[in-house]
């Protein structure tokens, strides 16, 4: 099993920023893949918003492109999620997601979710 600790979202005022972050733990079987997020708006289809890969490939959906960066630490299992000039349309709740193997199962994991606001 891997574990995946998110921080707080919270209200954005728009044109504003916000950093996400998102620790995985899974003992010393742990082996990552991929670690991103992915969002989820009222009445949305769940979406990915950035991943990358422990070789350090990411992949933005287009609508964030220039606006959000992605980054991890692997030393430390955590993914962080630089989100700036927020606007209303990224409001949802964003969840951190992970591929990994663990006692040679590759297996998608996914936090809790965490909500993010953008609104004056």
């Known amino acids: 099993q891997v574990d995946l600790v998110e921080s707080e979202g919270g209200l954005v005022q728009p044109g504003g920023s916000l950093t996400l972050s998102c620790k995985a733990s899974?003992?010393?079987?742990?082996?990552?893949?991929?670690m991103g997020w992915y969002r989820q708006a009222p009445g949305k289809k769940r979406e990915l918003v950035a991943t990358?890969?422990?070789?350090?490939?990411?992949k933005f959906c287009d609508s964030v492109k220039g606006r959000f960066s992605i980054s991890e630490d692997s030393a430390r299992n955590t993914v962080f999620l630089q989100m700036n000039d927020l606007s209303p349309e990224d409001t949802a709740v964003y969840y951190c997601?992970?591929?990994?193997?663990?006692?040679?199962?590759?297996?998608?994991?996914w936090g809790q979710g965490t909500q993010v606001t953008v609104s004056s």
């Open positions: 997601y992970v591929k990994a193997w663990n006692r040679g199962l590759l297996g998608d994991y």
């Open positions: 899974g003992g010393r079987f742990m082996d990552i893949d991929v």
């Open positions: 990358i890969t422990t070789d350090g490939r990411t």
